[in-house]
């Protein structure tokens, strides 16, 4: 891609944030949902038919998921944060247990394990990636099997910013160390694995369909399983844990009649929203197509760039590109990066870091974590230290990412 907007000798030279001219008069934002005509027919179609939740809309969208992603079973559920509830309860985590997770990362994917009484330990990222490490993985099962701790049921690895985790190897650890693998995929819809789409591995994936992910349903979740037990669960743990089907009740004292077998939540999509999914996974190939191209525009933008870096993509992967962080090099990264986010902003490029590690969190420095995960994730404060995600979303149009890249460079030169 070209970038022909003069920068050094002239007037836009002048940085924003030391009262130059913006290079550009209106805000973009980093994220933003496409909605369309077709999905707004869709949406009102759904308003005016018998059923405002829980009707066939709600199938026909699971259908669409679980097909596009390769799995048998899915569950829609209220939100991305209910979706890891469900799959955590499902998976049999309780009281006392712990999971290994990512600390780069939603502060959801930890406080769904709160939620029931159990506890986050944090294995380490690759800074060049923001992956969770499988070798950090294995020490920390290692370390516990050591001490004999049986508390440990489950690693969640986050397909952080598209891409996703290296689900083999991680699948390998669970195996051998007798945990379940859960994928927090609420970026990965839409992304690759090998020969298969990614946003799923181990017994359980969960998504999110908030509008700043790869589609929207305003609010909404999913759960995707090949496991009939755990599809039956989260079913139940989707509607207070009432069981109707008459072949799975314990008595039967007439038509009306069904069980509240386990305590569940009301934690239901209505069909407004999934009319709203349904229409736009129609368009998640277009959708990824496009966030392709962005990556590959700033890509190959910020090749030779001696400040910022991309992060590295694994050539068994194709990531959705939720995301589009680059990193910025070299020391003092901590000031740098403030510097760069502060005056992006102020030339009304919008901007994000994801992510604080969850660890860092007042809340759980105060009332979750017993040791210093700081200390024991150099790779994951590296990556905070230096993070920036730049906009990236379908609708953004080429002079739009020529306005970032030329911000990003006339910052560069003031750096
Ligand atoms: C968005 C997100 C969630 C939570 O999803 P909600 O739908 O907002 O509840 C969880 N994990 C990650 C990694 C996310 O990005």
Same mark, same amino acid.
């Given at each position: 891609?070209?970038?022909?907007?003069?920068?050094?000798?002239?007037?836009?030279? /002048?940085?924003?944030? %030391?009262?130059?001219?913006?290079?550009?008069?209106?805000?973009?934002?980093?994220?933003?949902?496409?909605?369309?005509?077709?999905?707004?027919?869709?949406?009102?179609?759904?308003?005016?038919?018998?059923?405002?939740?829980?009707?066939?809309?709600?199938?026909?969208?699971?259908?669409a998921?679980?097909?596009? @992603?390769?799995?048998?079973?899915?569950?829609?559920?209220?939100n991305g944060?209910?979706?890891?509830? &469900?799959?955590?309860?499902?998976?049999?985590?309780?009281?006392?247990?712990?999971? *290994?997770? /990512?600390?780069?990362?939603?502060?959801?994917?930890?406080?769904?394990?709160?939620?029931?009484?159990?506890?986050?330990?944090?294995?380490?990222?690759?800074?060049?990636?923001?992956?969770? /490490?499988?070798? /950090?993985?294995? #020490?920390?099962?290692?370390?516990?099997? &050591? #001490?004999?701790?049986?508390?440990?049921?489950?690693?969640?690895?986050?397909?952080y910013?598209?891409?996703p985790?290296?689900?083999?190897?991680?699948?390998?650890?669970?195996?051998?160390?007798?945990?379940?693998?859960?994928?927090?995929?609420?970026?990965?819809?839409?992304?690759?694995?090998?020969?298969?789409?990614?946003?799923?591995?181990?017994?359980?994936?969960?998504?999110?369909?908030?509008?700043?992910?790869?589609?929207?349903?305003?609010?909404?979740?999913?759960?995707l399983?090949?496991?009939?037990?755990?599809?039956? %669960?989260?079913? &139940?743990?989707?509607?207070?844990g009432?069981?109707?089907? #008459?072949?799975?009740?314990? $008595?039967?004292?007439?038509?009306?009649?069904?069980?509240?077998?386990?305590?569940?939540?009301?934690?239901?999509?209505?069909?407004?929203?999934?009319?709203?999914?349904?229409?736009?996974?129609?368009?998640?190939?277009?959708?990824?197509?496009?966030?392709?191209?962005?990556?590959?525009?700033?890509?190959?933008?910020?090749?030779?760039?001696?400040?910022? %870096?991309?992060?590295?993509?694994?050539?068994?992967?194709?990531?959705?590109?939720?995301l589009f962080?680059?990193?910025?090099?070299?020391?003092?990264?901590?000031?740098?990066?403030r510097?760069?986010?502060?005056?992006?902003? $102020?030339?009304?490029?919008?901007?994000?870091?994801?992510?604080?590690?969850?660890?860092?969190?007042?809340y759980?420095?105060?009332?979750?974590?017993?040791?210093?995960?700081?200390?024991?994730?150099?790779?994951?404060e590296?990556?905070?230290?230096r993070?920036?995600?730049?906009?990236?979303?379908?609708?953004m149009?080429?002079s739009?990412?020529?306005? @970032?890249l030329?911000?990003?460079? #006339? *910052?560069?030169?003031?750096?």
């Open positions: 891609m070209q970038t022909n907007s003069p920068i050094a000798g002239c007037d836009q030279s /002048s940085l924003a944030i %030391r009262g130059g001219k913006p290079v550009r008069e209106t805000w973009l934002p980093y994220g933003h949902q496409v909605i369309e005509d077709d999905d707004i027919a869709a949406v009102t179609a759904a308003l005016t038919s018998d059923f405002l939740t829980q009707g066939p809309r709600i199938q026909e969208f699971e259908n998921v679980a097909d596009h @992603v390769g799995v048998k079973y899915a569950v829609a559920i209220a944060t209910a979706a890891l509830h &469900a799959a955590y309860e499902a998976a049999g985590i309780s009281t006392g247990d712990e999971i *290994i997770t /990512s600390p780069i990362t939603f502060a959801a994917t930890s406080n769904a394990s709160l939620y029931l009484g159990a506890k986050p330990l944090y294995a380490d990222v690759a800074p060049d990636t923001g992956l969770i /490490s499988a070798a /950090s993985v294995e #020490k920390l099962l290692k370390e516990n099997r &050591a #001490k004999g701790n049986k508390k440990i049921k489950a690693v969640v690895a986050v397909d910013a598209g891409q985790a290296d689900y083999d190897t991680l699948q390998t650890l669970a195996d051998q160390y007798e945990v379940s693998l859960i994928i927090d995929a609420a970026h990965s819809l839409g992304a690759r694995y090998k020969e298969r789409a990614g946003g799923f591995a181990g017994i359980m994936s969960t998504m999110s369909f908030h509008p700043v992910k790869t589609i929207t349903t305003g609010e909404g979740g999913i759960i399983t090949n496991d009939e037990k755990l599809y039956d %669960r989260l079913l &139940a743990f989707r509607s207070h009432i069981e109707k089907r #008459k072949e799975r009740l314990q $008595k039967h004292d007439g038509p009306w009649y069904h069980e509240m077998q386990t305590l569940g939540f009301n934690y239901r999509m209505c069909d407004i929203q999934a009319a709203l999914g349904t229409s736009q996974m129609f368009k998640l190939p277009g959708f990824i197509e496009r966030r392709l191209q962005i990556a590959a525009a700033y890509t190959a933008a910020l090749k030779d760039s001696n400040s910022y %870096r991309t992060i590295t993509i694994s050539g068994a992967s194709q990531s959705a590109y939720h962080p680059i990193l910025i090099n070299g020391e003092n990264a901590r000031e740098k990066r510097f760069v986010f502060e005056a992006l902003q $102020k030339e009304n490029i919008g901007i994000q870091v994801h992510y604080i590690p969850t660890y860092q969190m007042p759980y420095k105060e009332q979750v974590v017993d040791r210093d995960w700081s200390a024991l994730c150099p790779g994951a590296d990556f905070y230290s993070e920036i995600s730049l906009p990236i979303f379908p609708s149009t080429m739009d990412i020529e306005d @970032v030329t911000a990003l460079k #006339k *910052i560069e030169a003031n750096l």
